[in-house]
């Protein structure tokens, strides 16, 4: 609303903030032209052959900043090195899984004939990864028909163990974590926290060192779990066909090898 100076002039026009901020509003002065936003990438499907020749299908989330959309090497090697381990490790255990992804170990152990009530996959309580791990186990073929029931929670390394987990673990497998350098203090928080302290519990810690130049950083994690209380041996060493990232530097050989160690508590 205008109003007049003292003289004969009138003063220019005023705009109320409102009618300002709504002027704006109808402008496109801030928006984004089309096709500014990557679309969202779709779920991918990944396959894995068990030892028998059966295949398992697993779905991968379209793209996640936790890296959930891969099928990681370490877990399809450590998915191998359970097979070939069922009576020691997997028959008659309870059995959980930190970090999981599209949770193929953790799958593989249901197969394989863990006790039937505790085989429990977790990774971050991201609702996008916790809901694909659920669709992974509820549309496994093979868990099916198996005795065995997989079931599926968001947990956060560190945390205080749900009460799902507060009776503790014969088997713990994390596969491809150790990449995660500053989260190496809460992954073995989590191993004392839900590890039965019993001669023959033990952790798989299975990974490849993908950024070579790190590699060091990665094998940080045993020096802290020795502190820790644990005793470390290295059970496997397997080089793969191909590097999961051909665009990444650093020794080919170092990326496609898959490491693969056991933590059991220090008697």
């Not at 039965?196 to 299975?206: G, T, W």
């Not at 060091?216 to 590097?243: C, H, P, S």
Request: net charge negative; with cysteine.
């Amino acid at each position: 609303m205008s109003k007049a100076n003292s003289g004969n002039r009138s003063a220019p026009t005023d705009v109320s903030e409102s009618e300002e901020t709504e002027n704006f509003a109808d402008t496109a002065l801030f928006q984004e032209p089309d096709g500014y936003f990557e679309p969202e990438k779709p779920p991918s499907f990944a396959e894995h052959t068990l030892l028998s020749g059966e295949k398992i299908h697993m779905r991968l989330v379209g793209h996640n900043p936790l890296w959930g959309h891969l099928l990681w090497n370490g877990g399809q090697v450590v998915s191998e090195y359970l097979q070939q381990h069922i009576e020691d490790l997997v028959k008659g255990q309870d059995i959980l899984e930190l970090g999981a992804g599209a949770g193929l170990p953790g799958i593989v152990c249901g197969i394989l004939g863990a006790r039937k009530w505790k085989v429990l996959i977790t990774d971050y309580p991201d609702e996008e990864l916790v809901e694909n791990l659920r669709f992974n186990v509820d549309n496994c073929e093979q868990l099916k028909t198996s005795e065995s029931k997989v079931s599926v929670e968001g947990y956060l390394w560190g945390a205080p163990p749900p009460a799902s987990m507060s009776s503790g673990f014969d088997l713990l497998i994390l596969a491809d974590l150790l990449f995660n350098h500053s989260e190496h203090a809460k992954l073995l928080s989590t191993i004392r926290l839900t590890l039965k302290r019993q001669p023959a519990a033990s952790a798989l810690v299975f990974f490849t060192p993908y950024r070579p130049w790190l590699f060091a950083n990665d094998m940080a994690f045993f020096d802290l779990a020795r502190q820790g209380g644990f005793v470390i041996e290295r059970v496997l060493e397997k080089v793969m066909e191909n590097v999961m990232f051909a665009e990444d530097r650093g020794d080919e050989l170092l990326r496609r090898t898959v490491y693969g160690f056991v933590l059991r508590w220090h008697f």
